[in-house]
């Protein structure tokens, strides 16, 4: 992008600003459907509004008609650039581009202040860098009395940092080393610290969500977890284990994150919090679930004494019930085929007892194995429990096939160990798990698959699959190298031998240099000797008569 610095119409350039920096392009801007519906809820019509750092451009554009006034900060020139061509048709909105600490013309203060990325991608780098608590107390002293805010807190010691595919820390850029995020001591990182930055503001109704369960795609927002219950901590935990941002990852982190589930340490350990003032958002005390779905819809789901609800629904999670789909890929992973079998035949046998005239409704019409939790002490028709509803009622068996091609990506995208030679296509997978289901192949199997794979963006690497690829790479350079070194040692050869043949070369033409050198000299002794002389005297007439003889 080309731009313009003498003519930037909606952008406003302040101390700061940084010309060749853009944060979007490095690290995009995290806003699952969640937090929209947060966001949604504490902006209200005719709002000033205030953005900080990096923000979804849809998101921006949906503010903008909303707010009474929109203005967005961020640091990045080019960043400032997208979101003032995004916005130039809105005449009450207007970008500003430079540091918050900085800024020569006061932002000011705004009903709703609103910083959905970590404040360390909010201050200038081109200036020393400041403590958290500095940027923290720069950002609420634009809130307005009486206003709101929504702040995003990443957790340094979150999940998601065991189970990140890369390492921020050793990228070759101004931000690799940021004393922001890393050796900063006033940084909250742990939720008594947090807490404890929050009591120092004016800020009222405060309320903090766990965000789950990556930083970069955190579809989850969970209030009150420090209470939570058996049965909230199943559904967390289920909620979890499904949600979409597992399904991109790959391997390694989906494995770390149930090995948090499995201990229980699942909300001790969030890739961050997300910080609401201003508005209740959640009911004081009780468990409140937000998770964002696969097709960019939001359920909320509310645990109270043993009870979880969703909407009009009450949901009874039996004791000692585990997600289906953990349980589907323990048998696949430890090549126990007649135990999948047996889970697949109760899993169909309780989705017939659900179905009637062939249909399910939609409370139970999702049967997706992320989708369900089953107690497998029991063996009646409450060992399954459903944990979201289907948009709407389904045919019985089209829901089954959807949920088995489902399975299938689900194994691709977490690099599952399953049953079958790792050459095996998707559609004979799902269709040998159909099989086992007792189910007869869909004619629109193919049609399911294709489906299935668009809604779906599998990892295009993971933490095993980038080792095992340094490993083939290593193997190759060290044969490559070994080439390297064969050739060279005979290049060594060659130029020896050439180099000898040469000298030996050089030796004879010197030699026969001498040689005629000697022959030369000799030849002019010859010439100057008595007896050469004499003889020309006397062989000189004689030359001469024998010319005229013969004349």
């Not at 702040?151 to 189970?163: K, Q, S």
Request: hydrophobic share 45%; glycine share 6%; with cysteine.
């Amino acid at each position: 992008m080309t731009i313009d610095l003498e003519n930037t119409g909606l952008m406003r350039l302040e101390r700061g600003a940084m010309q060749n920096w853009s944060d979007v392009a490095r690290m995009g801007a995290p806003a699952s459907a969640a937090v929209r519906e947060v966001v949604a809820n504490l902006v209200d019509a005719g709002d000033r509004v205030l953005v900080v750092g990096p923000t979804a451009l849809d998101l921006v554009t949906e503010l903008a008609d909303l707010a009474g006034a929109l203005t967005v900060l961020t640091r990045s020139i080019p960043d400032g650039a997208t979101y003032a061509e995004a916005l130039v048709d809105r005449p009450t909105a207007q970008v500003v581009c430079g540091d918050i600490l900085n800024v020569e013309q006061k932002l000011g203060e705004y009903d709703v202040v609103l910083v959905l990325d970590d404040l360390a991608r909010v201050p200038s780098l081109e200036d020393v860098t400041p403590t958290w608590t500095a940027v923290f107390e720069a950002v609420v002293a634009c809130v307005a009395p009486g206003g709101r805010l929504a702040l995003a807190v990443e957790n340094e010691l979150g999940l998601h940092r065991i189970t990140s595919l890369r390492s921020r820390y050793t990228q070759n850029d101004d931000a690799a080393w940021d004393v922001l995020a890393t050796f900063d001591a006033s940084r909250p990182r742990h939720r008594d610290a947090l807490d404890a930055a929050l009591a120092t503001t004016e800020l009222r109704e405060v309320s903090v969500a766990d965000l789950l369960p990556t930083w970069d795609e955190h579809t989850l927002l969970a209030w009150n977890t420090m209470s939570i219950d058996d049965e909230g901590r199943t559904l967390l935990d289920a909620l979890t284990l499904a949600s979409p941002a597992l399904r991109r990852i790959g391997a390694d982190p989906t494995r770390v994150t149930r090995a948090a589930v499995l201990g229980g340490r699942l909300a001790q350990m969030p890739s961050g919090w997300f910080v609401v003032a201003g508005r209740p958002v959640a009911a004081s005390g009780e468990l409140e679930v937000l998770a964002s779905t696969l097709d960019g819809g939001v359920i909320r789901f509310e645990c109270a004494a043993g009870t979880i609800r969703q909407g009009d629904r009450q949901i009874a999670i039996a004791a000692r019930a585990r997600p289906f789909a953990e349980e589907a890929l323990d048998a696949c992973a430890s090549g126990d085929a007649s135990r999948l079998r047996t889970l697949l035949a109760r899993w169909v046998g309780w989705a017939r007892g659900q179905a009637r005239e062939g249909r399910l409704d939609a409370e139970v019409g999702d049967l997706r194995f992320d989708n369900l939790l089953v107690a497998l002490a029991r063996d009646d028709d409450h060992a399954f429990t459903t944990v979201a509803p289907a948009p709407a009622s389904s045919r019985l068996d089209d829901a089954l096939w959807a949920a088995v091609v489902d399975f299938v990506a689900v194994i691709r995208a977490r690099g599952s160990l399953h049953l079958w030679p790792a050459a095996t296509d998707d559609r004979t997978m799902a269709a040998t798990i159909g099989a086992m289901a007792g189910l007869a192949a869909p004619d629109d199997l193919d049609a399911l698959l294709a489906q299935r794979a668009s809604m779906l963006d599998l990892p295009a690497h993971d933490v095993s699959g980038l080792l095992a690829v340094i490993e083939r790479l290593e193997e190759k350079n060290k044969a490559l190298a070994s080439r390297a070194n064969w050739f060279e040692s005979r290049l060594n050869l060659r130029e020896r031998e050439l180099r000898s043949r040469a000298q030996r070369q050089s030796a004879e033409l010197a030699l026969a240099r001498q040689q005629q050198e000697a022959l030369r000299k000799s030849a002019e002794d010859l010439r100057r000797s008595m007896t050469y002389r004499l003889g020309n005297v006397a062989m000189g007439p004689l030359k001469q008569a024998k010319r005229r003889f013969l004349d």
